[in-house]
């Protein structure tokens, strides 16, 4: 057979196999997304708090997650979650038949990851906002919830911009890794295909390249982003 | 008037004051929650202890351990042999890449662009299963010997994956010297040559200490994924001793093994960058 037939959508080539996998990663990717960052924005607030007990559990957790190989965290997770469901069903007297779906395992998984490592980037932004900020706007009356969402935040969002940006290329490289666990991402798809035409190179180099089209991809929209934050500075 | 005279000693002295009571600090949300998320990490390290100290079964251990140890092994010679070759593989890439010419720019960029684009996954899979599809050509040239080992192409692609990391590394910290350091080196009349080793190295290597520990963390981290194609290091021996057992502490071992040694190697790191930093701190 050759390359076009084996690419190709339908019942000979395995195109739409692949395509349901760059659907899987993308999906987990853009799922991952917004947890990651609500986790991240509050164990940040919670590293700055006056608190010293928020700011030593804070610490713990992104010592944690960001000590271990994101491949153990996923597996943990996985297991962990898998086996604790099984032993909480069994002393409630169901079935133990449960299975955790491994989308929402490497979801947990990955957005853990991401939201320690996120943290550090919004702990440093926030670090960057000088105080005079939070006095302008207590004194102009502003409450303090007030204060952080209408003064602080939008200043914060805009420094974390581009430690974020980073951090997502770094989430989409690793979805790769849910493959391990079961989920039809684009590697193991790829590697399916690889296994049963027996063309290793072809299909492992086309993951290689959808990676690739897919961080561009990423590239191209965070570029539109920041222009889209600079339009202030701009207009001056 | 002098200002020594103007103190005028008080006719008595103020007697000791006790030290002001500390107001007891009021139950707030913040306060709940901190103690309540304490109490949480407090939870799970003492289950966790109590769950490997009553499932602690000595054969197990005495099977397992030296398995994990050679993992222990496994990973810290792979990582250790592909930074060193990553490394001294990415001084020409980071020369390229800072030089003029447009050819070498260009395909200096692209090496690094593939190889930070993509997972380290995919590179590992496309040179360990994908060059299998060149047996007959890998064969010709004697190179087969070498990329029939899940080892060798592990430590190939890591070599290849770090050398385009740290090429960056070495880029920025050279970039992070100002231009006035070369330019009153040549001012001097000091050649290029010197001018780099001797001016240009020694500053940039205090900038790319830190992200260079940050590189060997991610390695050690990343190294992980070689379980995948059958390399057993600490990873891969957990993998072997959980479907044998089915018993989840195999993961926990492994997880505390992770945390000490990079929290070693961070360690390490502070105290590295204290030390080589310590002319700079006023």
Redesign the interface.
Known sequence: MDVWTLISFGDQGWGDEIAWGVLVTVSLALATLPLGLALGFFIAL?KQ??????R???E?YT??F???????TL??IF??LQ?GIQQIARAMGFSSGIEINAFVAGMIALGIVFSSYASEVFLSAFRAIPKGQYEGGYAVGLPHGKVMRLVVLPQVIKIALPGLTNLW?ILL?????V??IGLSD??RQT?IA?RVT?????F??I??IL??VL??LSSIVINRIEKYGERAEQAR | MNHAQAYVAPAELIPEQPAPEIAGKPWNATRAWGYGLILFWIVVVVALAAWLITGYDPAKIERYAPRYWNGLLTTLTLVSISIVLGAILSLPIAYARMSDNRLLNGISYSYVYLFRGTPLLAQLFLIYYGLGSFREQLEAVGLWLFFRDAWNCALFAFTLNTAAYQAEIVRGAVRSVPNGQWEGAAALGINRLQTFRKIIAPQAMIVALRPYGNEIILMIKGSAIVALITVFDLMGETRRAFSRTFDFQTYIYAAIFYLIIVEILRNIWNWLEKRLTRHLVR
């Open positions: 919670a708090s006056r608190e010293p007990t928020l030593i559990s804070a713990i010592t944690i960001r000590g271990l190989p994101e491949l153990l597996f943990i297991f962990g086996i290329m490289k690793d979805t790769a890794l493959s391990a684009i590697v590697g690889a027996k063309e290793a190179f072809l492992y180099g993951a290689f990676f690739l961080a561009l």
